[in-house]
């Protein structure tokens, strides 16, 4: 069987493939995809792999035909951070842990987080000043951080883990994608040793505290690390220390990343579309008022919803990979074992004939007849099938929570001249620099 039959991407150069084209413009490589077939090939050196960006071909390899792939290079390469958690595992131990973990995120247990999150958020605001200029990336990252370590740990015995995810975390995403797409024959480089070093400290810096929170006596916490702790299966065993680290690991890298640049994207196209930002203001004063904002309010803040689902689109999961374990067809082509397929999520949700404009922000895309008028599968920023994200729910929370407390107090405008670069380099098509001042809201 032969790969020779797919369509190659446009722009490969003897001996390199497309690299050099990656490494020029790797988003509008992604966004020019939609103009050159369902499936296509793209090679990384000599190695080729597959390319799908159409709903139903990325329905075909998620979830139709899943069984036929497992996790690809890039989860390969992101072992030596996340080990074997929900996002790498395969298997048995995959439906097993996920199992345990899920309990975790269940309606009742959001309720308790909705509260941790609705402080940290009035925290937020209650620390910026009238005419303060921020980098929302970097603000948004660090309170993503601290939120999620406020749910993750006990308070006084997760502060390592914070410090240390603080630091190290950055490092790690900016080196990623490269690190996962470089021939393995080149890891002894130098380039790679603040990226081992990043992921090593930050792994043994969890160890520390589990162990620490083992010796406490986790049962009837409610932080998540004491849950995962304290979770047994029907024989009555639980995660060993290795298992809680590479999931807490998982946590950690999963759900800082998606919401911190959610939410500093979204504040940056509320900005620029004063029309948006006074339908959330007119349903954040209907729905709340004055008071925190709580688990109850998040189901009356749908236009929230629907920039969060805009920002998302726009700026969400750049790429996941799978591998077939046996030989496959995907689209009409077939695939042969063992080839590395690339499921361009940033290449699905730019394409014409699902959003007209793909390039423009537009809320008003996700009006429950906007939605329904395309394909089910048009969207899957989380996943989908048995991979999806366990935290979605989590995280939408999270940043629903942090706007709708935001939004009333302070006016955000991108800084004159500014213009936020975005960056591949990681699982996010994140800004790499996002200056926006600060102004004091009148009463609305």
Not at 79 to 88: D, I
Not at 269 to 288: C, M, Q, S, T, Y
Not at 300 to 323: C, K, N, Q, W
Request: aromatic letters at 6%; hydrophobic letters at 40%.
């Amino acid at each position: 069987m032969s790969l020779d039959s797919i369509p190659r991407v446009k722009g490969r150069v003897p001996g390199l493939g497309h690299v050099p084209r990656l490494l020029h413009d790797p988003l509008g490589v992604l966004r020019s995809l939609h103009a050159e077939g369902p499936v296509l090939r793209i090679d990384i050196g000599t190695m080729p792999v597959i390319l799908v960006t159409t709903p139903d071909t990325v329905n075909e390899v998620l979830v139709k035909k899943g069984r036929s792939f497992r996790k690809g290079r890039l989860f390969d390469r992101i072992r030596p951070l996340v080990g074997n958690g929900l996002g790498n595992s395969e298997g048995a131990q995959h439906i097993r842990n996920r199992r345990l973990i899920q309990p975790m995120f269940y309606k009742e247990r959001l309720e308790g987080y909705a509260s941790v999150m609705s402080g940290r958020a009035q925290a937020l605001a209650d620390s910026w000043s009238d005419g303060q200029v921020i980098d929302a990336n970097q603000v948004m990252g660090n309170y993503a951080i601290e939120t999620l370590a406020a749910t993750l740990f006990s308070a006084d015995i997760g502060r390592p883990a914070v410090e240390s995810v603080r630091e190290d975390l950055p490092v790690i995403l900016k080196d990623m994608l490269r690190r996962a797409l470089a021939p393995k024959a080149l890891d002894g480089l130098p380039i790679w040793r603040a990226f081992d070093r990043s992921a090593a400290r930050m792994r043994s810096v969890i160890d520390d505290v589990i162990t620490t929170t083992r010796a406490s006596n986790p049962e009837g916490r409610t932080d998540l690390l004491s849950l995962l702790l304290s979770a047994r299966d029907d024989t009555g065993a639980g995660l060993t220390d290795v298992e809680v680290r590479d999931e807490l690991a998982t946590m950690l890298f999963a759900g800082t990343e998606t919401t911190a640049s959610t939410l500093a994207w979204a504040l940056y196209h509320i900005g620029r579309r004063p029309d948006v930002e006074e339908e959330l203001l007119a349903e954040i004063d209907k729905a709340i008022g004055d008071r925190p904002v709580t688990f109850a309010d998040v189901p009356r803040l749908p236009g929230i919803t629907r920039v969060l689902d805009e920002a998302i689109r726009l700026h969400g999961v750049v790429t996941l990979m799978r591998r077939t374990i046996e030989p496959v067809t995907i689209g009409g082509y077939e695939i042969p074992a063992d080839t590395e397929v690339l499921i361009s999520l940033y290449a699905l949700h730019r394409r014409p004939e699902l959003y007209p404009d793909p390039d423009r922000f537009d809320p008003d895309r996700w009006l429950p007849e906007q939605v329904a008028a395309r394909p089910r599968d048009h969207v899957v920023p989380f996943g989908a099938g048995n991979r999806k994200c366990i935290g979605d729910k989590f995280s939408w929370l999270e940043a629903t929570i942090t706007l709708a407390t935001i939004l009333p107090r302070w006016r955000l405008r991108s800084v004159p001249g500014s213009k936020p670069p975005t960056e591949a380099t990681s699982s996010m098509a994140h800004p790499t620099r996002m200056p926006m001042v600060i102004h004091q809201r009148q009463k609305h």
